[in-house]
């Protein structure tokens, strides 16, 4: 007989085919990578492993719907938005910020969340992968409907990653990318006067940096780096609606869903140290796919020792961003690359940095006339 879905009339499955275990109606199509045994509709969807659907395929629909209403739920558990907050998406064209533009467009319009969202993508100035990249989130943006906003850092910080590299070489640009990034995003959702930024990261993101602050022992990222809402106490919170969702399971909704994303590696972070990382959570997958789950359960369950201190935030005493020290990392980092000083901010330099002891911020600040010169014109023209 046939079944009816959605008013769609389905043909019936092939004799000796697997039926999905969800739905029972349509042909078995995948097992889900999170986890093979979480095919459940349990409330505590996250932590089940009900032995009724362990190891049990299920259809593209079916996969469709769980992967949808996980999220929801995540959302709605840690209260993500409020009604009528204006949302900017970290869009790189990359698979999790297309999915979770697609997803979140879809969620906020079945579930009536009322945002008003927007794409944010940042320009790093990456010849042959970002300026390819960006051309899929300008098809974005026409797909989804949603307005555009490109904040580069030609215009931030006067210079482009393709510059800083031929500068300071392949060993310790990701440094520069990623603190210039974090900063570029703040400024650009302040231009559009957004309530919160949306992130792509995903659990085998979260995981890795749990791991890499282990590596790194650098408690007070250790502290913070699970928490599914960050930045409340700067400028603008972000949010991570992907926390507990597979990178797995976001490129088989993309590739099923015939989603248009970019899907080439960033060309200059082949020997990043994430990578290394990634790889031994990889491994831990292909082992035990709970892995990941388990290592940001972990972390989640930190407990910092209260003799510890921590850092005291601040704001930077040139452009005003969030900073534990006089000067924030951006500040440092481009007074050096003003001054043909490159590794000015990359831990102690000697001869540099001085040799009392001082944080480069602190030796940065001693000579805060000096820099605010180099540092005003192409970096102080967003104020937080």
Same mark, same amino acid.
């Given at each position: ?113 009322? %945002? !008003?969202? *927007? ?9 042959? +992968? /970002?300026?390819?990249?960006? &051309?899929?989130? @300008? ?119 015939? %989603? !248009?994303? *970019? ?9 990043? +140290? /994430?990578?290394?990382?990634? &790889?031994?959570? @990889? ?102």
């Amino acid at each position: 007989m046939d079944s009816t879905i959605e008013g769609v009339r389905q043909p019936p499955a092939r004799a000796g085919s697997r039926l999905c275990t969800r739905c029972g109606e349509r042909k078995a199509a995948l097992k889900r990578p999170k986890t093979l045994e979480q095919v459940c509709l349990c409330p505590s969807h996250l932590l089940c492993s009900c032995p009724m659907f362990r190891d049990k395929p299920i259809c593209r629909e079916c996969f469709y719907i769980v992967f949808e209403d996980e999220i929801h739920q995540t959302i709605v558990d840690n209260n993500l938005f409020k009604l009528g907050d204006r949302v900017a998406i970290g869009a790189s064209g990359g698979k999790d910020s297309t999915v979770l533009a697609y997803v979140l467009s879809e969620l906020n319009r079945r579930h009536k969340y009322c %945002l !008003d969202l *927007f794409l944010l993508s940042v320009d790093e100035g990456i010849t042959g +992968y /970002r300026d390819d990249s960006l &051309e899929t989130v @300008k098809r974005n943006e026409i797909q989804y409907g949603l307005p555009l906003k490109i904040v580069s850092y030609k215009d931030l910080y006067g210079w482009t990653m393709d510059d800083i590299v031929k500068a300071i070489g392949l060993k310790n640009n990701c440094t520069f990318c990623g603190v210039f990034r974090r900063q570029a995003l703040d400024r650009g959702a302040a231009l559009l006067k957004v309530d919160k930024i949306v992130t792509g990261h995903n659990a085998d993101d979260i995981a890795e940096t749990v791991l890499l602050n282990i590596l790194r022992g650098d408690i007070a990222r250790l502290s913070r780096c699970t928490f599914i809402t960050t930045g409340e106490d700067g400028p603008i919170p972000r949010c991570k609606p992907f926390k507990y969702t597979y990178e797995k399971e976001i490129v088989m909704y993309a590739y099923f869903k015939k %989603l !248009d994303y *970019f899907s080439t590696e960033c060309i200059y972070s082949p020997n990043a +140290y /994430r990578g290394f990382a990634r &790889e031994f959570i @990889k491994d831990l997958e292909r082992m035990r796919p709970r892995a990941i789950l388990d290592i940001i359960k972990s972390g989640e369950n930190f407990r910092i020792s209260t003799t510890t201190r921590m850092p005291e935030q601040g704001t930077c005493e040139l452009c005003g961003y969030i900073s534990s020290q006089k000067l924030c990392k951006a500040c440092v980092l481009l007074d050096g690359l003003n001054r043909g000083l490159p590794k000015l901010g990359i831990g102690r330099t000697k001869g540099v940095a001085g040799g009392d002891g001082d944080s480069d911020s602190d030796q940065q600040a001693k000579r805060s006339g000096r820099s605010r010169s180099s540092l005003q014109g192409k970096h102080g023209n967003v104020e937080f």
